[in-house]
């Protein structure tokens, strides 16, 4: 599964394992606080507070040259971008000094409980294992067919994109940067459900060029990788393996860990 449709929106169920496995904590903290000390409810929601602040942190240090280019962008969550283990070391920190000794244990217990439900829920996103590129042939903006099957051999990014959505307008220059920075690796555009006119006067209007923009008028990439919404991107090996996709709108950090992954 790679997202949670709710009517007309997709989650990314990355996100809402989180989501999920923090409100385990919660529940367990607030059982506690009813039945041993009271302190361990606003413990719970300042400990998460703090982890995610935490992680977040830890992932813009980590990234620190691609943030110095727009401080601002650090800010921007919604493109996602934690890093797990800050986050814990974070909540935990804050649960050493705000905590007394003998709560420890239950709010390990609560920690735990989330873990736990991650843990369970891991195995829902993990759908990635051998898939492959499909065996499509899409056309280029003058209506030349292209296989993807002759991508394979070098490693390729793959975007499944439109001119009208948001995200996929945001981060598509970025993306196209760091497809000529990254010659070694085939960047790959699909348009989905539009035709070549449409996607000529947006790239024209945006003064954005790069080698492979291709036209799926039929959304059948949608229908062969599954895709619950855009924009959504697929990393595969040289030989034409899916290693790991992302749905929603995607950070230059994020992008080039995808990338050092790839390689």
Not at 32 to 38: K, P
Not at 151 to 162: H, T
Request: charged share 20%.
């Amino acid at each position: 599964m790679d997202a949670l449709q709710v009517g007309p929106f997709a989650l990314p169920w990355a996100r809402v394992q989180v989501a999920l496995a923090l409100l385990a904590m919660v529940v367990v903290a607030e059982v506690l606080a009813r039945r041993v000390d009271r302190r361990l409810a606003p413990w719970a929601y300042n400990a998460i507070l703090v982890g995610l602040l935490g992680a977040r942190l830890g992932f813009v240090l980590q990234n620190a040259s691609v943030y110095a280019k727009d401080p601002l962008s650090a800010l921007y969550v919604w493109q996602g971008g934690f890093d797990p283990l800050w986050g814990i070391l974070a909540g935990g920190g804050y649960t050493l000094m705000t905590l007394p000794k003998r709560l420890w244990r239950y709010a390990l217990g609560a920690g735990m409980a989330a873990l736990l439900v991650a843990g369970l829920l891991l195995t829902r996103g993990r759908e990635t294992e051998g898939q492959e590129l499909p065996a499509l042939t899409l056309y280029t903006l003058g209506g030349t067919e292209v296989s993807l099957a002759q991508f394979k051999g070098k490693p390729v990014v793959l975007n499944a994109w439109a001119t009208w959505c948001p995200p996929c307008r945001r981060e598509l220059p970025m993306m196209m940067r760091l497809s000529r920075e990254n010659p070694e690796i085939y960047f790959v555009f699909v348009s989905q459900g539009e035709g070549p006119e449409t996607v000529r006067r947006f790239l024209e209007s945006e003064g954005l060029v790069v080698d492979w923009v291709l036209l799926d008028p039929e959304t059948r990439l949608s229908q062969a990788l599954g895709i619950q919404g855009l924009p959504t991107t697929f990393f595969f090996d040289r030989e034409g393996q899916l290693v790991s996709r992302h749905l929603g709108e995607l950070s230059e950090a994020l992008l080039l860990g995808y990338l050092r992954v790839l390689r």
